[in-house]
């Protein structure tokens, strides 16, 4: 409310438009950081865009025109910025304060859950127990690799035996060739047997006729002539 | 065309909640060494193709790597963050048999995935209906304002004796 205001703050009576008070204070502050007078100010001007857009250049009339910032006041000034300080130090610290403990909430529920003696041991038991299961394992593949050795060793004997056999079988079929033809050659008819060969043959007449029957039966009866 | 590869049921949402192999919080990667041919790789073969897509549904933060025709026998590897290194031989076993195997050592057992379901569904913090919160109103709980159903509030507290106190200023 405009009554309250300058009540509350009278530091800030000279913000109201109307005579500018206290030209000392002007006087000992000058140019600076925070001119504290500038009659042209009203707070009723504020900037607001309106018909032109932020490209069109601003109109002839405004061209002496010096903007100039909002005047402060020096000790509330001072004032308002000690308790501001004052205030976030304490949020700072509360926020920090707030942060560490949950760090540390964080961090021993961690290292409850790392130090849980149980977890560890139970953790131990089930890679024993994977140790364990890893040797089964290792014991099947040898057992297993072993069998495969095994069988192919009996499967290459089997193979050797078996080339055996047919060697021998081979040969033992070349021999009796060759006995028989040995026995055959008694019987050849050599330069030295021609004669006497011719001369059996000769003496021996040998009929070859025969008759057969449709039942099989073989009849020698034609007489050589 | 809605279904892909061979045995699209893999990619259904159904199958995928129906593993339940969960790892523990240590486990960070899984490696599986498998061969793509021989009798004795089937059930590691059978295990990444229908029981790896289960496991990174339940694991999503879990790395699992494949690796094909490396060495001669099958085995998993797991990577814990403490730095160990658990090896699983498995070959020569069903699939089923390996993921019982993997969920008896580092699976969650029922009880602890049992309690983690129960906390998650009751937040002590959340308000609302009784089927998904504990509570529905601050009223409720002990040492806050009673439920002025029950107990009328204070005179300070309401709004028509405030509304009243500032029409008398």
């Known amino acids: ?225 | 065309m809605p279904m892909k590869g061979r045995f699209p049921v893999r990619r259904t949402l159904q199958y995928l909640s129906q593993g339940d192999v969960v790892f523990k919080s240590s486990v960070k990667v899984m490696t599986v060494n498998y061969n793509t041919a021989g009798e004795l790789s089937e059930g590691a073969r059978k295990f990444v193709f229908f029981n790896i897509p289960q496991i990174q549904y339940k694991n999503p933060w879990v790395q699992i790597m494949l690796f094909r025709n490396m060495t001669p026998s099958p085995f998993l590897r797991f990577y814990l963050d403490n730095g160990e290194q658990v090896l699983v031989d498995v070959e020569d076993k069903t699939n089923k048999e390996i993921t019982e195997h993997v969920k008896k050592i580092l699976g969650k057992s029922k009880e602890t995935l049992e309690k983690e379901e129960r906390k998650k569904l009751s937040h002590p913090a959340t308000f609302g209906p009784k089927k998904y919160h504990l509570h529905e109103c601050m009223c409720e709980i002990e040492g806050q304002v009673p439920c002025p159903a029950f107990v009328p509030l204070p005179k300070e507290m309401r709004g028509k004796y405030k509304a009243a106190m500032k029409n008398e200023a």
Request: aromatic residues 4%.
């Open chain 1, 1 to 225: 409310s405009g009554a309250a205001g300058p009540a509350m703050l009278p530091a800030l009576r000279r913000c109201r438009p109307g005579p500018v008070p206290l030209p000392a204070l002007a006087a000992a502050l000058g140019p600076g950081p925070f001119p504290g007078l500038c009659p042209g100010w009203s707070p009723r001007a504020v900037p607001a865009r309106g018909r032109k857009t932020r490209h069109d250049p601003p109109a002839k009339s405004k061209a002496g025109r010096v903007k100039l910032p909002p005047p402060v006041d020096p000790e509330e000034l001072l004032v308002v910025l000690e308790r501001y300080r004052q205030h976030r130090l304490v949020l700072s610290a509360l926020r920090a304060e707030f942060r560490a403990e949950v760090l540390q909430k964080k961090r021993e529920e961690r290292l409850a859950a790392e130090v849980s003696v149980e977890e560890l041991e139970e953790h131990r038991r089930l890679m024993a127990w994977n140790d364990e299961e890893n040797a089964r394992q290792r014991a099947r593949r040898e057992e297993r690799l072993k069998k495969e050795e095994e069988e192919q060793k009996r499967r290459k004997s089997e193979i050797a035996e078996k080339q055996a056999r047919k060697m021998e079988a081979f040969l033992e079929e070349k021999e009796k060739e060759v006995l028989q033809l040995q026995e055959e050659a008694k019987n050849f008819i050599t330069p030295e047997n021609l004669e006497a060969r011719i001369e059996e043959c000769l003496d021996n007449p040998r009929n070859y006729n025969f008759a057969i029957d449709k039942d099989g039966r073989i009849v020698k009866r034609t007489v050589l002539s």
